[in-house]
């Protein structure tokens, strides 16, 4: 919680959807109050065909997307402000112009939200909601 | 804005999922409310025992699903009325059945809402929600 | 309806999936109200690096979560209550570990929402939400 639903074309490097999966998951923590070690994501490599996208329907600053356009869908536990999640769009942005180089019109972002009774991490245990910080975050 | 993920089982033509996602967003356009430039679909091609479904359940007037089925899950970014929603439905299957020529009993379809402040199309900038025309719109 | 996305590392058997694709559903009539027949499933196989998982972020009891973990994200069509949530994440942890044999550690599960008239099963219908029940259920 989140999970995080990743998609962009094939023929990325390892190291570069390493940099991606890194570059997301540190604007959740930094940005969208998610705790360290929350890091679930589920990325899909599309051909050509699959993955189709308008390059310039509200692109930034007029600029067209490129091949390199992804769409980073996430299911969040709780809802978060509005000035929240537009601090963590910026933060995104700019960290995956870092790494992995991303250019800012290529990212869409969309993020859904579900209560906390709706999650089980593990073991068929429901979310109790409160566990926002587990000890592996504590001892950070 | 909307985003539509798509499966459907491999085997079909490049002119088949050109035609698919075609119609697709002709049917948003003409009946969902969704500015002409404002595409973005996300096509997933499943082998066989990937994509699990009942071949009966609710199915069209009684015929039974083919190896044609298709599923569309539609995220919005804003609620649409009922009468909208199944004015969309009857628009996207009769558009589908002109094109790619898919039998109506084959189409799912299920839409999730987020709100406007859930979406960042590009350079990490909240959707303001008021942008749903864009200049390319005004000059069709 | 609902319809479940579940996502796992490549390289299981057929009968591996088919016994996944059984308990899940198997678990939705047992202790979500689903109908016997409204079996839907979408089931996606990653690379190892498509899908981050911390292998301790609440893991159950501990233990850490191993190459089978797998998320289940169901879009369901209509709210159960938390108990009704919380007894089908027992049941769901149970059959999978009966079959194929999955611990229970290794299962995250994630629920949405959606309303009936956001669903059209077939035909480009709105569902119209009374139809729990199929003549086929009827039957069983």
């Not at 999970?3 to 997301?24: C, H, M, Q, T, W």
């Not at 999640?85 to 942005?93: D, M, Q, S």
């Not at 089980?120 to 429901?126: D, I, K, L, P, R």
């Amino acid at each position: 919680m989140p999970i995080s639903r990743v998609s962009l074309l094939k023929g990325k490097s390892p190291a570069y959807l390493r940099a991606l999966s890194d570059s997301l998951h540190q604007a959740l923590v930094d940005a969208f109050e998610v705790p360290l070690y929350d890091r679930f994501q589920l990325i899909q490599q599309h051909e050509a065909n699959e993955l189709v996208f308008d390059r310039n329907y509200l692109s930034h600053q007029g600029k067209p997307r490129s091949d390199d356009f992804v769409v980073i869908q996430i299911t969040a536990g709780r809802e978060r402000s509005a000035a929240t999640k537009a601090a963590f769009y910026r933060r995104l942005v700019s960290l995956l112009a870092e790494s992995p180089g991303l250019w800012a019109e290529d990212v869409m972002i969309i993020i859904n939200t579900a209560a906390a009774e709706d999650w089980s991490f593990s073991g068929g245990v429901m979310y109790d909601g409160v566990a926002q910080y587990s000890k592996a975050d504590e001892m950070k």
